[in-house]
């Protein structure tokens, strides 16, 4: 049990479908992250939010939906995306936006866009 | 612009031995650095972190060297075992007052194998 529960753990859908990420804290942290790992890359952080209000948004593509409803959830909705799309996205959480320490990430989704 | 760097994208070491895994990074503003350790089908997990006011930390069989004037870090697990396999990445951060502090950036990990 890390803390952080992500579902689905694998996810398989076509260009033209909707589908959305789900991410879950048990931690009482504040902060809430989406990262994507793309085979032989680093991670790459996409959105940050603080206290349920985004304050990061890294260039993300508007296929890429982030939802924060409260501090203990975190959503991905996704729509239209392309086989590049594909990647193990990683949520993570810490008590606060502004420490660089503390980060609990979940498994992940693995993402295959077909 | 890659800013965190892990050359070496595999690692291959005997049982007992010791295992190296580097970083390079290019940002002078990093002033926190981290190692987190990741198996297949689990997120990452903090194995240790070193601040820009040291050269080194130390946490049973892990240390991290830091060398700020060459912008380079370090990983040393002694003796490496094989429950140690699984791929290792590095992040930094700016320290408060920088503009993405709060931010980590990764380097795109080394796969090590501690063979039995």
């Known amino acids: 049990e890390t803390g952080v529960t992500q579902t689905p753990r694998h996810l398989v859908m076509g260009m033209t479908n909707k589908k959305s990420l789900k991410c879950e804290q048990h931690?009482?942290?504040?902060?809430m992250y989406w990262y994507k790992q793309s085979a032989k890359k680093p991670l790459e952080l996409m959105f940050v939010y603080s206290l349920e209000e985004r304050v990061e948004n890294n260039s993300v593509p508007s296929r890429f939906s982030p939802e924060c409803p409260n501090s203990s959830h975190l959503f991905l909705h996704l729509h239209t995306l392309q086989p590049e799309d594909s990647a193990l996205y990683l949520c993570a959480s810490s008590q606060s936006a502004v420490t660089n320490y503390g980060y609990t990430f979940g498994s992940g989704t693995r993402l295959t866009v077909v | 612009d890659q800013q965190v760097k892990q050359n070496s994208p595999s690692l291959s070491v005997q049982e007992g031995r010791i295992s190296i895994l580097n970083c390079d990074y290019t940002?002078?503003?990093?002033?926190?650095f981290l190692w987190y350790k990741k198996y297949p089908a689990e997120g990452p997990t903090f194995l240790i972190s070193i601040s820009s006011i040291k050269d080194k930390n130390e946490d049973g069989r892990f240390t991290v060297f830091l060398n700020k004037s060459a912008k380079h870090l370090s990983l040393h697990i002694v003796p490496s075992q094989p429950g140690d396999s699984a791929v290792y990445f590095c992040?930094?951060?700016?320290?408060?007052?920088?503009?993405?502090?709060?931010?980590?950036?990764f380097g795109q990990g080394t796969i090590l194998t501690v063979h039995p």
């Open positions: 931690l009482g942290h504040n902060a």
């Open positions: 992040a930094a951060s700016e320290g408060p007052g920088g503009t993405s502090y709060g931010k980590l950036t």
């Open positions: 940002n002078s503003m990093f002033d926190y």
